[in-house]
């Protein structure tokens, strides 16, 4: 028997929940697909920014590990500037609790969901399309690609990458001590290698720490995180979780819809070029898509969306990147030297205002410009 819904969405992570708790709530009906067994591990800095919280604020119960109101700067292990802010600037959470979060929201929102199930094909005829998983066919009027970067449906949407970076992290077990140390405080260096960048950011009895630089220069990403662990004082504890991924951020003009498929999140490429920021992608992204599955042109309508908000931050943060790349001090300056430049980090942080918006005006505009010489 080939089973029959509006809407496939293959893969469970926030792009995905998303698109399939926006889709049940118009109405449509859902299979949510994984082919993972939930709860599984994710490697991720974990930490939720102003346009990731707006998103989510409808639903209850967010596993919130830290709410950050100090964060600490330092210029390629150099001395470590802290500032606080009068309210939280980030919330972090562990990726495994949050996923499946999202995934009870879906499936409370009216979604079917499938975790160790695999998608082999789909395959697209006229209004339908068929999608071959490991429990058999499943027919649907639209799918959802959420199945990552690397993913199947990813490929056979033809989506195009022009930024590929190697991200390293490791989950470091933190006694009572340095728990009670960085519960409220992250940690940003900025890095020996061209954009690169590091982090420290508070799970509880956890800390996760994590680099991230083009890829092709292994060893020396390696290094930074080895580095970065010392420079801390954290790499004595113990390695909980040890892991690397590659994030690809698309080419414009990249498809991101055709036929009866969208792809949303890492698989259409989106994220935030200069801090490779995902999770804010991933859920409006997702978001958009399973609401434009209501529409009488799918994908129509999730290309309207996507060229409303998301792609023009995103041209801004590959401006913001460039800058970076030539000028990191400046950059390190500007944010811990000046109460504009914290003030600004604060306002992007917390969703007051995007890098878009921050563009619009004319001295961003020509900071920028002469960062980027």
Do not use: N
């Amino acid at each position: 028997m080939v089973e029959e819904y509006d809407v496939v969405v293959v893969g469970a992570g926030p792009a995905g929940s998303s698109a399939a708790r926006a889709a049940a709530a118009a109405g449509l009906r859902v299979l949510l697909l994984d082919r993972a067994a939930f709860p599984r591990y994710k490697t991720c800095g974990g930490g939720l920014i102003g346009p990731s919280l707006r998103s989510i604020e409808g639903v209850a119960g967010l596993p919130v590990r830290a709410d950050v109101r100090r964060c600490g700067f330092s210029y390629r292990g150099g001395r470590t500037v802290l500032r606080t802010a009068s309210a939280p600037v980030i919330r972090t959470v562990l990726r495994p609790e949050f996923d499946e979060w999202l995934v009870a929201a879906a499936v409370a929102a009216g979604a079917t969901f499938r975790d160790g199930c695999a998608v082999g094909s789909v395959v697209e005829a006229g209004s339908i399309a068929t999608v071959s998983t490991t429990y058999g066919e499943v027919r649907a009027r639209t799918v959802i690609a959420a199945d990552g970067a690397s993913g199947r449906l990813s490929r056979q949407l033809g989506v195009q990458v022009g930024r590929v970076d190697l991200g390293l992290e490791v989950e470091l077990a933190a006694p009572a001590a340095v728990a009670a140390e960085w519960a409220d405080r992250i940690h940003l260096d900025w890095g020996p290698l061209p954009g690169s960048y590091g982090w420290v950011f508070p799970k509880g009895e956890t800390l996760t720490v994590g680099v991230i630089a083009a890829r092709g220069a292994g060893e020396a990403t390696r290094a930074y995180l080895r580095d970065l662990l010392r420079w801390q004082g954290l790499d004595g504890l113990d390695v909980v979780q040890d892991s690397g991924h590659l994030t690809r951020c698309r080419t414009p003009g990249s498809p991101v819809a055709g036929g009866r498929l969208l792809a949303v999140g890492d698989a259409a490429g989106l994220l935030e070029p200069w801090t490779r920021e995902g999770i804010s992608f991933a859920l409006r992204s997702g978001s958009a898509a399973g609401a434009a599955c209501a529409a009488a042109d799918p994908a129509a309508a999730y290309r309207a969306a996507l060229e409303a908000e998301l792609l023009p931050e995103m041209a801004a943060g590959e401006r913001c990147l460039v800058a970076y790349e030539r000028r990191p001090r400046a950059f390190h300056e500007l944010i811990t030297r000046t109460p504009l430049g914290w003030r600004g980090f604060v306002r992007l942080a917390s969703g007051e205002t995007t890098l878009d918006r921050a563009m619009a005006h004319p001295s961003v505009r020509l900071g920028l410009g002469l960062l980027g010489r």
